[in-house]
């Protein structure tokens, strides 16, 4: 409980900070927790490969709103309430899905994405010794509409991983950069993208908000009434949109094979555990699905059916 604590005055310290000599002090506390943290999973994984996607939510998510909470913060955390205010102004966005999130925090903020990446590599370095298992880490970057973003931030990415991989003495341990499709313009342009990413991830949440315009936590005001008047079939946050969203999954899984042939695919999202979802997974030739714990085990059935179907 104290270490939570801990870890969430170092986050609001890290987000307060005036200027990256106040946000690599805080980063700093924050490293040895993320590092147990990407140990512990790599330990579960048990030499199986283990994916870390780089911090993506806005960082207003992280601080209070509204003026009671500010102030219960700020006395809890020995912050200037004034400041804490001023600051959760600061980041306020009207759209913050469509925002300063993502790899976007990762370019205004590069000593955001170097604390992940070392806690990531020092953990998978920890467990590789004392285990003995081949740990291969893959280091995901998110919400990437540019290849620019992409190869700027896995240049930094590349940098830090070497670092630490000459600081632990494990100069053999292979790692993937790659990415996560999620938003049209990123499919469209995958071949470019393949060129810097070693795998995609699809990210069938936001990809459905960015094709089809609507916010999963809005709309479900309206949603159902489509359904019953048969404007949709289905909602597409919960069974992946194939003439839409799904035609930009293939697009996507075309051109980045084209570029790089044994480029791993997949999806992460609550479509990962949907059998309709997953055939068409199957279909599009994708390697893996991954979804929320308790949908595992209709995924796994599911996938295996797939399989069987497609090589019938």
């Known amino acids: 409980m104290f270490f939570e604590a801990e870890r969430i005055v170092a986050v609001r310290e890290?987000?307060?900070?005036e200027d990256e000599?106040?946000?690599?002090?805080?980063?700093?506390?924050?490293?040895?927790?993320?590092?147990g943290d990407?140990?512990?999973?790599?330990?579960?994984?048990?030499?199986?490969?283990?994916?870390g996607r780089l911090l993506d939510p806005p960082l207003h998510e992280f601080l209070p709103h509204s003026a009671a909470e500010i102030e219960e913060v700020a006395n809890a955390s020995g912050i200037d309430a004034a400041s804490l205010q001023q600051r959760a102004s600061k980041l306020h966005e009207f759209n913050p899905m469509l925002g300063h999130r993502g790899c976007r925090l990762g370019i205004t903020y590069p000593e955001i994405y170097e604390m992940q990446v070392?806690?990531?590599?020092?953990a998978a370095c920890e467990v590789a010794a004392e285990s003995g298992a081949a740990i291969v880490p893959e280091i995901m970057i998110p919400l990437v509409a540019e290849v620019k973003e992409l190869a700027m931030l896995k240049a930094r990415v590349e940098a830090v991983c070497k670092a630490v991989l000459t600081e632990k003495d494990q100069q053999t341990m292979s790692y993937l950069v790659g990415t996560m499709i999620e938003l049209p313009r990123a499919a469209l342009t995958a071949d470019r993208i393949a060129g810097e990413a070693e795998f995609f991830s699809f990210g069938?949440?936001?990809?459905?908000?960015?094709t089809f315009g609507l916010s999963r936590d809005d709309a479900g005001a309206f949603l159902p009434s489509y359904q019953k008047q048969g404007i949709l079939e289905q909602d597409p946050f919960v069974t992946l949109d194939r003439d839409g969203v799904g035609e930009l999954v293939r697009i996507a899984a075309e051109k980045g094979r084209k570029q790089r042939p044994n480029l791993k695919l997949g999806i992460c999202g609550e479509h990962g555990g949907d059998p309709d979802s997953i055939f068409f997974v199957e279909e599009v030739g994708l390697d893996y699905v991954s979804c929320s714990p308790y949908r595992v085990p209709i995924?796994?059935?599911?996938?295996?059916?797939?399989?069987?179907?497609?090589?019938n």
């Open 14 to 17: 890290m987000i307060l900070a």
């Open 21 to 35: 000599k106040g946000r690599k002090a805080a980063l700093a506390k924050l490293l040895p927790m993320q590092r």
């Open 38 to 51: 990407f140990k512990a999973l790599f330990e579960v994984m048990a030499g199986l490969p283990g994916t």
């Open 118 to 122: 070392r806690a990531l590599m020092e």
């Open 204 to 210: 069938t949440n936001d990809l459905t908000q960015t």
């Open 299 to 311: 995924a796994r059935l599911t996938a295996a059916q797939s399989a069987l179907t497609a090589k």
